[in-house]
């Protein structure tokens, strides 16, 4: 039996590669490797330009679900192609088994699949809620709206599998139950990743690194806090650190230490070079967006982890992530001397769980 599957994938492959790709590559993995028929939907341009059409979709979708952003915002346009795409799709392949949906951000398919008989299994990437009210400085009242829409689309799932243990449990503390997918790396990052294990056996490790990118707003926060507290609180004439990684040269300015090397962006050859000459990883996060994929690598790498509680959420029970709270205990862990991490399990039951689903979405839902 042919299980036909419509994915609409959040962050299709393309160089350079970051965590939403990496994340997206595992569960391209995941499908490819249960031989299931996946056809991506892809929003290629309409053969005609329709942008009345568009907006008034939009605007209709967007006050029946009382997205007052979207108009704020100026979405209406993309909201409405991405709900005419979906209807198109549907109504043209009504053969679809289920719908693997990673846009969660765009709260459309949820409303749209049941017409068509189609079971939505959600792999959000991350709540979108924080995400986007983060970045535009919304107040408190605004994300607690925020967060009810975005937790009633996937209430109307038939399956969720978060990616962080704490996205879960919010959303089990809202009375929607979802399933928890660890991140683990792809096999192409697995190779990647072996090969600097094995470097690191025979290479002198005297640095700290941080890695990040400085494009990303919460990490630019990261950055500063850390630096912050590894100038008022550790001994900085006994170790030194770098940081690598996506406009981070625009950096030296604001972090100007002498034990901090910022070497900017990088090559993957580079970055390569950078991971096996480091004592150990640097994670600091003042809020929890993001970085979630960063941990499961370094560890796959044999990169001993050290990161502040925020940073570390999901990863805190692997071995290898070294937590600290504060400053003091940031200077400790930088004095310390460790052994190569052992590689994280791989979460082999919840991707046969998320399978499962697949093969049987009407049984299981």
């Known amino acids: 039996m042919t299980h036909k599957i419509l994915r609409s994938c959040a962050f299709p492959f393309q160089d350079p590669t970051n965590g939403g790709i990496h994340r997206s590559e595992q569960i391209t993995e995941i499908l490819q490797q249960n031989n299931l028929d996946i056809n991506e939907l892809h929003e290629s341009p309409f053969k005609q330009a329709r942008p009345i059409l568009d907006r008034l979709t939009g605007g209709w979708f967007s006050l029946q679900q009382g997205d007052w952003d979207a108009f704020r915002l100026r979405r209406l346009g993309s909201i409405g192609r991405r709900y005419i795409l979906y209807k198109k799709e549907f109504a043209n392949h009504q053969n679809y088994q289920a719908l693997v949906w990673e846009t969660t951000g765009e709260k459309i398919a949820p409303y749209i699949a049941p017409q068509y008989n189609i079971p939505i299994v959600a792999l959000p990437h991350q709540l979108e809620s924080y995400f986007h009210a983060y970045f535009r400085n919304y107040k408190q009242d605004q994300i607690c709206d925020l967060l009810k829409r975005e937790i009633q689309s996937l209430s109307l799932c038939n399956q969720i599998f978060t990616i962080s243990a704490e996205d879960q449990i919010l959303l089990a503390n809202h009375g929607v139950a979802a399933d928890y997918l660890p991140y683990y790396p792809s096999q192409r990052l697995v190779n990647f990743y072996s090969q600097v294990r094995e470097q690191r056996l025979e290479t002198k490790k005297d640095f700290f690194l941080i890695v990040g990118s400085a494009g990303n707003h919460s990490s630019r926060e990261g950055f500063r806090e850390l630096s912050a507290w590894i100038d008022s609180t550790c001994q900085t004439d006994s170790f030194k650190v770098k940081m690598v990684g996506y406009k981070t040269e625009g950096l030296k300015e604001i972090l100007n230490y002498p034990w901090l090397e910022i070497v900017g962006t990088v090559s993957q ?87 499962d689903f697949l093969l049987n979405p009407h049984q299981s839902s």
């Open 269 to 355: 050859e580079e970055l390569y070079k950078y991971l096996t000459q480091a004592i150990g990883i640097l994670i600091h996060q003042t809020k929890g967006i993001g970085v979630l994929t960063r941990i499961p690598e370094m560890l796959v790498g044999g990169i001993p982890v050290i990161a502040n509680r925020i940073a570390a959420r999901s990863a805190t029970q692997y071995t290898g992530v070294n937590i600290y709270h504060s400053p003091e205990e940031l200077s400790m862990l930088l004095q310390q001397e460790y052994s190569i991490p052992p590689y994280p399990p791989k979460p082999k039951n919840a991707e046969k769980r998320l399978v």
